[in-house]
């Protein structure tokens, strides 16, 4: 097993790092999660392509669906570019055609769409992050954020980030390996956060995209403790295959490095649409479309800087259809309570890791006998299923060799347009620290 190891700019953000955590609560005092004192849920997707990069529609109407369809925030993230200054696009030429166009024309009739013929090309302005964010938040109910998709490679491995809510653009930094990659995307990200006092956040966007991150690298990035588990793009792979590890077996392979190994905080799961298509629906494959899963965050305002705070200190599930209406967890163990809907019973999966562990790990070689860019295969200690129940709500006891526990739902109900065959309704609530790892854990 590679140990850790630290870069100047590495130990940088790792103080930064302890600084903010050190204004954190523990897990163990995470409490209660639920809708009372003045907190409810806020419903969100942090991650979306538009006409900026290559979503097939407009912000604003891709804003309009987020907000019809029952959101409360909304980041859009398109790749390598903020949504920030006069940009016109040729209507036949753009992603979303005619069709996009008339769709805006239809919903906007007078003195909004900007337009133009050059040459005979019909031409539109794409609305800036100030125009389209003006015309949609609501005071309480509907906030847009402005992020970005950092999409960074290392040779032929993708290593996308998305930042929520940042104020300058920021270019794939590059680097030597896939983690140093990871790493100076993550450094530029806190510069900037330091340098304007501006909340925001990173994360790593699908692992499983060409297969690009493996476990391994992605438990030793500093300053950075986000991930998909979930996206909704039908090309990532959040399911793995015969020789990769699904991003549920990555998240357990982290979580348990990170606590017994590597002092690094707990990495929580994002359940995302990164939706780029938005015409048409639902069509069976291929396609990216809005509303496959979001996060569910706890907080009394609706504003960046509380939804930011409140999903660093973990206030906050990822879902693709199952509703939690409460987590509690002290130091004796966690319960969870759902919304039950209709005709659908679920499994309540509490999955952990116990200290004394099977630490032993292989390679995944290739027909040459060579080691290869994969997460290694690690014993069934890692991620083992603690206990599962079934019903509407559950409570599990932690065990004093526990490191950390995460509760995964699973709905007896099919993902209404999954971006993989097969796929449930599913619920992921974020890792807690149990009492052994409260202990070997970074606080
Ligand atoms: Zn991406
Ligand atoms: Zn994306």
């Not at 006092?197 to 476990?215: C, D, E, K, R, S």
């Not at 509380?306 to 209406?325: K, M, R």
Request: glycine content about 8%; aromatic content about 8%.
């Amino acid at each position: 097993m590679r140990s850790l190891q630290l870069t100047p700019s590495s130990f940088a953000a790792l103080f930064a790092t302890l600084v903010s955590l050190s204004l954190m609560s523990s897990a163990l005092d995470a409490g209660d999660l639920e809708a009372k004192d003045g907190k409810q849920w806020y419903k969100g997707n942090l991650h979306t392509h538009s006409h900026w990069s290559d979503g097939d529609d407009y912000p604003e109407m891709i804003g309009l669906w987020y907000k019809e369809n029952g959101y409360q925030f909304l980041a859009l993230t398109d790749h390598n570019v903020l949504a920030n200054y006069e940009r016109w696009i040729d209507v036949d030429m753009s992603k979303g055609g005619r069709e996009a166009y008339d769709k805006l024309k239809a919903r906007f009739p007078e003195n909004w769409v900007d337009e133009r013929t050059v040459d005979g090309i019909l031409e539109v302005r794409l609305k800036t992050f100030d125009e389209f964010s003006g015309l949609l938040n609501e005071e309480g109910s509907f906030l847009m954020m402005l992020g970005e998709e950092v999409t960074d490679i290392y040779k032929t491995s993708p290593i996308h980030m998305n930042i929520s809510n940042l104020k300058e653009m920021i270019p794939p930094m590059k680097g030597e390996s896939i983690l140093d990659t990871m790493q100076n995307n993550v450094n530029a990200a806190i510069a900037q956060r330091e340098r304007t006092g501006q909340p925001m956040m990173i994360h790593l966007n699908h692992p499983n995209f060409h297969y690009g991150v493996t476990a391994e690298d992605l438990m030793r990035v500093v300053g950075e403790n986000f991930f998909e588990v979930y996206n909704g793009h039908s090309g990532v792979n959040n399911n793995g295959d015969d020789t990769h590890a699904d991003t549920e077996r990555l998240w357990d392979i982290v979580l348990t490095h990170r606590v017994a190994e590597l002092k690094l905080p707990l990495m929580y799961g994002l359940g995302t649409d990164d939706s780029h298509s938005y015409h048409n629906m639902p069509h069976p494959a291929k396609r990216s479309e809005p509303g496959r899963a979001w996060i569910m965050v706890l907080a009394d305002e609706l504003n960046s800087n509380t939804l930011i705070t409140a999903i660093e200190d973990g206030q906050f599930y990822s879902s693709s259809g199952v509703t939690v209406n409460r987590v509690s967890s002290d130091e004796t163990g966690i319960a969870v309570e759902l919304e039950p809907v209709d005709g659908e019973t679920y499994t309540i999966d509490f999955i952990g890791t116990r200290a004394g562990f099977d630490a032993s790990s292989q390679p995944v070689l290739n027909d040459k006998g060579e080691e290869e860019n994969i997460t290694r295969t690690y014993s069934d200690d890692i991620g083992a299923v603690l206990q599962s129940s079934t019903g509407t709500e559950a409570r599990y006891t932690f065990h004093p060799n526990d490191l950390y526990v995460r509760v995964q739902v699973t709905s007896s109900a099919d993902h209404p347009n999954p971006s993989q065959a097969g796929d449930k309704k599913q619920a992921w609530i974020q890792p807690v620290y149990g009492p052994a790892g409260q202990a070997e854990g970074v606080k």
